[in-house]
């Protein structure tokens, strides 16, 4: 693996742990795919630090499970903005 793939994979990591992002967050702020920053985290991460993707497994999990709640809040918010 090139080294600059395993220095993002370790920033990405750093950046979802510290700001418990989701991927797409996370995507945006490193301006890479979605696709990408899972890669980094789900395959790549274990091999380089497993300790550290231990961390962003947890991070990712909690997003998973809550995310459902966060769409049922923006559907909310969307129908109140276009009632008002």
């Given at each position: 693996?090139?080294?600059?793939?395993?220095?993002?994979?370790?920033?990405?990591?750093?950046?979802i742990i510290?700001?418990?992002?989701?991927?797409?967050?996370?995507?945006?702020?490193?301006?890479?795919?979605?696709?990408?920053?899972?890669?980094?985290?789900?395959?790549?991460?274990?091999?380089?630090?497993?300790?550290?993707a231990?961390?962003?497994?947890?991070?990712?999990?909690?997003?998973?499970?809550?995310?459902?709640?966060?769409?049922?809040?923006?559907?909310?918010?969307?129908?109140?903005?276009?009632?008002?």
């Amino acid at each position: 693996m090139k080294d600059y793939i395993e220095e993002r994979a370790l920033e990405i990591a750093k950046y979802i742990i510290s700001e418990n992002a989701t991927v797409r967050q996370t995507a945006m702020v490193f301006g890479v795919s979605k696709s990408t920053v899972h890669k980094d985290v789900t395959e790549r991460l274990p091999r380089i630090n497993p300790l550290v993707a231990t961390d962003v497994k947890k991070v990712l999990d909690m997003n998973k499970a809550e995310r459902h709640i966060r769409g049922g809040k923006a559907t909310k918010m969307k129908y109140k903005a276009i009632s008002n």
